[in-house]
């Protein structure tokens, strides 16, 4: 990919459109049939759909768990994101969440997609997006997968050994190679450094076959890891990748392109980019293009999930005489519940509906530290299948009321699985409380 492809992708917004945008938001949100914010949107959805379920006659899978995802904050996010970071092109890891609107929302915001597999590429090519806006951000690749991207055009890769190396020489010798670098990614949730990245002592080893196969290198990745939560990793990874550029250029390469990985969360985003920022205004000049691989950051606090509680077990404590009580939810850890095992995350429950009444966003439909002691478990045979271990509720909570769970975005449908023989196909409901995101979608 040339450096002007990576400049010309499609029309995100520039930095004056995107400082209107933080001006305009500062009045409020505009109305959206009566609704006039996000939450108010996502409560409607969920409303709707739990009162058109009938416990006493519906179908099998109508009781089933669903999300709500507002568009509007993937939207949101975007903006926050070329504010923060205008240098960065965004290039949206398809695996922490590949959902269809999702993707044709980002598209139309003219990101890029950082895709790991065969299917991921596909997924985004039947988008109708250039397969000069993808990186095949995979170091270690299945022979047939590199012949169907050489296929498609997809011409943007990582490597970080040397039998990568002769792989693509054999199968796709015009490639655009980027070097993955390791890092020091102790800090970060998911650690990626024990399984990727050429370690510096091994660059210039690499870049030398690389110019013996007659490869072209273009540029330089790493990833701090996914959920990274110190920002001088990414001030040493940038130094680091700096050495590669020059080490390069000694091999006959002129890189043109960085490519920053993800790691980024909501939480700490404007700290993680000043840190980022910095570094690239020191190391980096204005000629080299940077890309990034958000994807927690863009889609975790989008989508809200509801499920339905199948079964209770009243537990009596015979030394104090008190009663709780195990709440079983007809989703668990082998289901949307994965990130609790695969990402370190910890859901929070919140009431929803009960005794006919409904709660979401309200303080009673939160945690209470003198309520009603519960332990919340998945549907299957499994032991480990365990929501929360303790959470107490002001409210009585009984088979065939919901709760609901915030920020249940990455790394959640999309690594849920069919273990007992539950499915891990459920609904999404889409509301967008923006109207850039509404008019992008034609959404009403």
Known sequence: MSPSAIETLVSTPSLTSVDQYFENSKSSYIENNGVNTPKQLIGNALKERVQNIDHDVCEPGDEDTF???????VYRQHMRWKKNLPRVKPFYAVKC????????????????????????????????????????????????????????????????????????????????????????????????????????????????????LGL????????????????????????????????AENYGFSLHTLDVGGGFTSETFEQMAAVLRNALDTYMPSHINIIGEPGRYY?????????????????????????????????????????????????????????????????????????????????????????????RFNHTLDMGDWLYFEDMGAYTKCSATRFNGFSDAHDVIYVASEPGARALLGMK
Not at 67 to 73: N, P, S, T
Not at 173 to 191: H, K, N
Not at 326 to 347: A, K, R, V
């Open 67 to 73: 999300f709500v995802a507002d568009l509007g904050e």
């Open 299 to 391: 889609v975790s606090s989008a989508f809200t999930i509801a499920c339905h509680i199948i079964a209770r077990r009243t537990i009596t404590l015979p030394e104090t005489g008190e009663t709780s009580y195990m709440l079983y939810l007809n989703d668990g850890l082998y289901g949307n519940f994965s990130s609790i095992m695969f990402d370190h995350q910890n859901p929070i429950a919140q009431v929803l509906h009960t005794n006919e009444r409904f709660h979401f966003d309200k303080a009673s439909a939160q945690e209470s530290s003198d309520g009603t002691e519960y332990s919340i478990w998945g549907p299957t045979c499994d032991g480990i299948d365990r929501i929360a271990e303790s959470i």
């Open 216 to 247: 072209n290198v273009v540029g330089v990745s790493f990833h701090v890891g996914s959920g990274a939560s110190d920002p001088l990793a990414f001030m040493q990874a940038v130094q680091d990748a700096r050495s590669v550029f020059d080490q």
């Open 97 to 212: 969440n590949p959902d269809p609107q999702v993707i044709r929302l980002l598209s139309e915001l003219g990101t890029g997609f950082d895709c790991a597999s065969k299917a991921e590429i596909e997924q985004v090519l039947k988008m109708g997006v250039d397969p000069n806006r993808i990186i095949y951000a995979q170091p270690c690749k299945t022979n047939s997968y590199v012949r169907y991207a050489a296929n498609q055009g997809v011409k943007q890769m990582t490597f970080d050994n040397t039998d990568e190396l002769y792989k693509i020489k054999k199968l796709f010798p015009g490639a655009e190679l980027f070097l993955r670098i390791s890092t020091d990614d102790s800090s970060s949730l998911c650690r990626l450094s024990l399984k990727f990245g050429a370690a510096m002592d091994t660059t210039e080893e690499l870049l030398a076959l690389a110019q013996k």
